[in-house]
């Protein structure tokens, strides 16, 4: 939708409406009475002082805070509603006889409304917001598109009796002082004023529900003439259908007044807002859950109960929201509806009959079913439903499941783990439910930690299971998604051993995740245990929190592995070789404006060489970051180490020397180390660089391991000083005479096997 703040200007502040008030009211009816009853304004009529009495009144109960302020999820931040009022909507248009629909701009809007409309949207999609902007703005007089109308009345009629006479309503909501306005007057001053009256309707639910005066308003606007705008929920307008003339339709809440919003409310958190924007520019497809106000009031919730450690991620959203909808409502509705979402989560549906919602116990009148559901009859023999959007869905299934595990009859639970257990393969868990088993455990939980860790680390080792890997329609809904499923489809096709291992490091971390947010760490420990027994887990895992809690677990490992890498030197560019090609007998001329746009080749040669450096100096940081952070946390927290790692694997490759951020991980983790295996390829000068902290852990080095580099004489001196060394394969070089003759003369107990692989590939020796 186009933004129509060229045409509508700024709201004024209070202290600017109290004077314009006055000046409008008295102003705008006195030109109202003398074009339209002149005779009757010459005798200053009785009706024309109480109608002008009543416009000063209802033009300041609308300026004044509480009318403004809109109390959405439990928030009591007045800026949030102000704000919310200065927000564009988007609104299309369709008259009733036609199913075309055109988008308005809200000038639009205001110069279109007459006789009786309504507009309709889902819930919190801005029904309210849109009712009290037309009042406010009418009332502050900075709209000329409303001064047509003289009086302007905003009812809410969810707060309405049915036996309630107007003016009782009237002054009830709007006057806050009884009998201030009486039925006989209020009737007289509408029958004198016609299409100059404006009732704005708001939580309209059925004809029989209101009032008996406000029906009457409806069904008999020919006689009174009055302009109606009736608020109402999405596909709830077919008692009145055959009474309006236009619909007004809500269409999703534009992502750009959510920054907006965010970033006058929170002004003072400008990382957080930058952040937010950062990780939604990356994530397009996750603008559309802020589809209400509604929504964009518990990212507002959220971020006031969370000022540090944010969380942009759709299910902190989801969750701030449920939770207040809870508060508000006190109703069973969101586990009947997660039922429901549960069920058609798992057999991948995501639209659902009428029939669907009885069997699931979910009431579609209920007004917080049709916060959480929307329902489509558009073209269509029967009605169907769908949540928000899937992700909401899946986030309510997930929620469900931890109910049902947690709950205290058996029978819940056994639906629980049903459900659980159509999660059968490892290649399920880290790629097709990963997300909705993390987001399940959002939820607090006691029972339903153990259960959920024991089934995902037994299905680690499960191959059977991946024979037949299974589709969903979900991921045709989540491109990122399915992108992940086939990439791990692909992992184990063409490197089973690769895709085991990363299965079972993403498979441990969620389940450490899982025992540590469902607060059963203790009651998970025996299944983790089992799990550790006899693994080889990556240095980073050892971060963890579990390690901290239970250092003992490493003695169940086999080893703990570390790969150092370093990218192999790309070819370098350059050009000026390509100005012996040029031809200089006709050197061209540059007009003096435009040389600037023109560059030297060796200056440009320079330039290319210093951002190449940059890169590579980049690239060779941010592979030694993770060494040095993963020493931050976990296990490495530490101190002393009750526990030693029995094995480490260490695996080098491309490296020429240790920097002193590598050799200050080293010290780090080879101490703690019973025993070190040394891997190393293509790194000549790695070993006579970390010479100092091999001195210092010799006895640990068991095994040696030199491929396709050649030792210089200081690293096979290194290599005779290390006393505990078990084994030595040297391959890939042409010093294997000189090596084997050191070894043999200076190792004359034997105690170790020795094999070595000569570049043509004939000789071999084993002692």
Not at 75 to 81: N, P
Request: hydrophobic share 40%; with cysteine; proline share 4%.
């Amino acid at each position: 939708m186009k933004s129509f703040a060229e045409v509508i200007p700024d709201l004024p502040s209070c202290s600017e409406l109290s004077e314009s008030t006055e000046i409008t009211s008295k102003s705008s009816l006195e030109v109202s009475v003398h074009s339209t009853v002149p005779e009757v304004a010459q005798t200053e009529a009785q009706w024309f002082h109480e109608a002008k009495s009543l416009n000063e009144q209802l033009r300041a109960a609308y300026v004044k805070a509480s009318f403004r302020h809109m109390s959405f999820l439990d928030i009591s931040h007045r800026e949030l509603t102000d704000h919310l009022l200065q927000c564009d909507l988007s609104i299309a248009s369709k008259h009733i006889s036609s199913s075309e629909q055109e988008p308005l701009l809200l000038p639009e809007v205001f110069a279109n409304l007459n006789s009786v409309m309504c507009v309709e949207g889902e819930a919190g999609s801005g029904k309210t917001v849109f009712l009290k902007k037309i009042a406010f703005l009418w009332a502050s007089g900075c709209c000329p598109l409303l001064s047509r109308f003289q009086l302007v009345f905003y009812l809410s009629l969810s707060s309405t009796r049915l036996n309630q006479g107007l003016a009782n309503i009237v002054c009830d909501q709007l006057l806050k002082t009884e009998g201030s306005v009486t039925e006989l007057s209020l009737m007289n001053t509408i029958q004198q004023l016609k299409n100059q009256v404006l009732f704005l309707l708001d939580d309209y639910s059925e004809m029989c529900a209101i009032p008996q005066v406000i029906q009457k308003l409806i069904l008999k606007n020919h006689s009174s003439r009055t302009c109606l705008l009736i608020a109402v929920r999405t596909n709830r307008a077919r008692d009145i259908r055959r009474h309006l003339d236009t619909i007004l339709e809500i269409k999703a809440f534009p992502f750009y007044n959510t920054i907006y919003l965010l970033r006058t409310l929170f002004s003072d958190n400008i990382i957080g807002l930058v952040e937010f924007m950062v990780f939604f520019g990356r994530n397009k497809d996750l603008q559309g859950i802020y589809k209400t106000p509604l929504f964009v009031a518990a990212v507002c919730a959220y971020w006031l109960q969370n000022p540090s450690g944010l969380s942009f991620d759709e299910m902190a959203v989801f969750k701030s929201y449920v939770k207040c909808l809870s508060l508000m409502h006190r109703s069973t509705a969101v586990s009947f509806c997660g039922e429901l979402a549960l069920k058609g989560y798992f057999s991948s549906r995501f639209e659902f009959s009428d029939s669907d919602l009885s069997e699931a116990g979910v009431d579609e009148d209920e007004d917080l079913v049709m916060c959480l559901m929307s329902k489509f009859t558009a073209q269509r023999l029967r009605p169907v439903y769908r949540f928000l959007n899937p992700t909401f869905q899946e986030f309510l299934a997930g929620m469900r499941l931890i109910e049902l595990l947690d709950s205290d009859t058996q029978e819940d639970q056994d639906l629980g783990l049903y459900y659980l257990k159509k999660i059968n393969s490892s290649f399920m868990v880290i790629g097709l439910y990963d997300r909705f088993l993390k987001c399940a455990f959002i939820h607090p939980s006691t029972k339903a930690g153990p259960k959920v860790v024991s089934h995902l680390l037994q299905l680690v080792d499960n191959k059977e299971t991946l024979e037949n890997i299974p589709e969903n329609d979900y991921m045709k809904q989540h491109l990122e998604t399915s992108l992940t499923m086939h990439l791990f489809e692909a992992l184990w096709q063409f490197s089973p051993k690769a895709y085991f291992s990363l299965a079972s490091k993403k498979i441990l971390a969620l389940a450490l995740k899982i025992a540590y947010q469902s607060n059963t760490v203790a009651a998970c420990s025996p299944f983790i245990s089992q799990f550790l027994q006899g693994r080889t887990l990556s240095i980073n895992e050892l971060k963890a929190q579990y390690f901290f809690d239970y250092p003992e677990s490493l003695l169940l490992l086999r080893s703990v592995h570390i790969s150092i890498n370093e990218p192999k030197k790309t070819p370098e560019l350059f050009f000026s070789g390509l100005e012996r090609c040029f031809d200089r007998s006709q050197v061209p001329t540059t007009d003096e404006d435009y040389a600037a746009n023109f560059e030297r080749m060796d200056e440009f040669d320079q330039n290319l060489a210093e951002k190449q450096e940059n890169i590579k100096r980049f690239l060779n940081s941010q592979l030694r970051v993770p060494l040095l952070v993963g020493l931050s946390s976990g296990y490495w927290k530490l101190s002393p180490k009750p526990c030693k790692i029995p094995l480490l694997e260490v695996q080098v490759a491309n490296v020429g020397s240790a920097d002193q951020d590598m050799l200050t991980f080293l010290k780090a983790v080879f101490p703690v180390s019973q025993r070190i295996n040394l891997h190393l390829t293509h790194s000549g000068g790695f070993l006579e660089s970390i010479h100092p902290v091999l001195e210092l852990n010799k006895a640990s080095v068991t095994k040696c391991s030199i491929s396709h580099f050649e030792l210089s004489t200081a690293e096979q001196e290194l290599l005779l000083t290390l006393p505990a060394l078990e084994s030595l394969e040297v391959s890939g070089t042409t010093q294997l005479q000189g090596i084997s003759a050191c070894i043999l003369d200076d190792y004359s107990d034997v105690k170790f096997i020795f094999s070595f692989l000569a570049l043509g590939g004939q000789k071999f020796l084993n002692t």
